[in-house]
């Protein structure tokens, strides 16, 4: 997979993800990332590419060509294509399903967003897939689209080392993941389930379904419902 990412702050989300899991999938190959800057296709020899808001209102709105320009050769630079991403509050909440959706495809192109937000022109140029990651608001969409890249990649194959643990996180069967524990047995007075250390699978799989099916319903009843 390639996945490209336009941002006013390359350095800032290529750091981040060259560490832990991504970085380790990046080395060997397995996924492609590439940052690109905004900047350089604002057409202003001061790398300008926001302005005031038409109408009045605080802040300075990103112009649509500086975007869409930059969106459209990036695109052009590999023949593989995909859905255009843009990172926004007002997109549709991210979450597993989405994201497995995501991971099935070759190329992903994310678009991170700065200031107020967008001229709505980008929206109706690109006709973009818009994702938030929750009800609030960064300053910036760099954290939001590195959320989603993360969570994208480690579906990969060959990303993470044990794939059967993907199959028992939270949201897999939309449910919360049951209680995890190890070593030592006893810690400040609090014990192990003695039918974890009991050697019968078949108890400790009926003992993680009941637990995981408790939490949910104690914490995130919305996804039973």
């Known amino acids: 997979m390639r996945i490209d990412v336009l941002t006013l702050f390359p350095q ?16 060997r190959g397995l996924v492609e ?17 926001d302005d005031k808001p038409f109408g009045g209102g605080p802040g300075m709105v990103l112009r649509p060509q500086p975007v869409v320009e930059a969106v459209e050769a990036v695109e ?6 995909g859905p255009r991403i843009l990172m926004t509050p007002q997109g549709r909440r991210l979450d597993q399903p989405l994201v497995r959706d995501l991971a099935a495809h070759d ?10 937000g967008f001229d709505e022109r980008v929206r109706l140029i690109l006709a973009p897939t818009e994702i938030s990651i929750g009800d609030y608001v960064l300053s910036g969409g760099e954290p939001a689209a590195v959320v989603l890249i993360d969570a994208v990649v480690r579906l990969l194959e060959g990303v993470v080392g044990d794939e059967e643990s ?13 209680p995890q524990y190890t070593r030592p047995r006893e810690y400040r007075g609090h ?9 019968h699978h078949a108890e400790i799989e ?20």
């Open 33 to 49: 990332i590439v940052c690109t800057d905004i900047r350089t296709y604002s057409g202003d020899k001061h790398g300008k590419v």
């Open 166 to 178: 993907l199959a028992e996180e939270s949201f897999t069967h939309s449910r919360l993941e049951y």
């Open 76 to 81: 052009a630079a590999d023949q593989r294509r």
């Open 12 to 27: 800032q989300v290529d750091d981040f993800l060259n560490y832990s899991i991504i970085g380790r999938a990046r080395q």
């Open 107 to 116: 190329r992903l192109i994310v678009v991170a967003g700065h200031y107020e």
């Open 191 to 199: 014990q192990v389930p003695e039918v974890l250390i009991s050697g």
């Open 206 to 225: 009926k003992w993680r379904t009941d637990q995981a099916q408790k939490r949910t319903a104690d914490r995130r009843p919305d996804l039973i419902q």
